[in-house]
């Protein structure tokens, strides 16, 4: 069974910085792109980042460009969102997502982890 | 960037089919896929590359694509089915950067009268 779990979410003031991880099982990470979702408090969902399987490739969203950085480790099976200059429009529970090529929908979601900015 | 648009709410009454729209320009032309999410849960996947759906969605569950609009179609509609619905694309930008990026629609709240 496929599983994603988020960490390290939770409260920090603006300009702050703040590390996501995402343990994953049940599948062959390596094999996998991974993508980082937000979803604002009562909002919509919002496309963060996208990382390929082997860090071929990487995207950011216009919003956390220059502030958030993803990373992975594929021998930890791990997925990794650093974010930095935090604002409190980046206040969000945040997702990371399992992505299947070419046309890349999200097959697997974890539960999220809440990140709230705010001094 | 490419823009997706959904209306804000439908409502069905039990029993009756729910059609929730995607507008995008020559959409037709993309791959759709739909999220639905339950409050308090993270959102699961319906319907895939316009047409398909993962093992474990109803066949209630239909997606079709054409012209300028997407549509996800719900049958025999059920109180369980009260959820938001997005609908999202894979988008590549056609400028210097060649950078992709996913888009999602605004969302649907699909009310069960």
């Known amino acids: 069974e496929v599983q994603l779990v988020e960490s390290g979410g939770g409260l920090v003031k603006p300009g702050g910085s703040l590390r996501l991880s995402c343990a994953a099982s049940g599948f062959s990470f390596s094999s996998y792109s991974m993508i980082w979702v937000r979803q604002a408090p009562g909002k919509g969902l919002e496309w963060v980042s996208f990382i390929s399987s082997r860090n071929s490739y990487i995207y950011y969203a216009d919003s956390v460009k220059g502030r958030f950085t993803v990373s992975r480790d594929n021998a930890e099976n791990s997925l990794y969102l650093q974010m930095n200059s935090l604002r409190a429009e980046d206040t969000a529970v945040y997702y990371c997502a399992r992505g299947v090529p070419a046309n890349y929908y999200f097959d697997s979601w974890g539960r999220g982890t809440l990140v709230t900015v705010s001094s | 960037s490419y823009v997706l648009t959904q209306p804000p709410s439908v409502s069905v009454a039990p029993g009756q089919t729910a059609r929730m729209t995607c507008e995008g320009n020559?959409?037709?032309?993309?791959?759709v896929h739909w999220y639905q999410q339950k409050p308090g849960q993270a959102p699961v996947l319906v319907v895939y590359e316009d047409i398909n759906r993962p093992s474990g969605i109803p066949d209630r569950f239909s997606g079709s694509n054409s012209g300028n609009t997407a549509t996800l179609t719900i049958s025999r509609v059920e109180a369980g089915d009260e959820a938001d619905y997005y609908c999202?694309?894979?988008?590549?930008?056609?400028?210097?950067?060649?950078?992709?990026?996913?888009?999602f629609g605004g969302g649907t709240k699909l009310t069960v009268l």
């Open positions: 999202q694309i894979w988008d590549q930008m056609w400028d210097s950067s060649g950078d992709h990026r996913g888009v």
């Open positions: 020559n959409i037709g032309s993309r791959s």
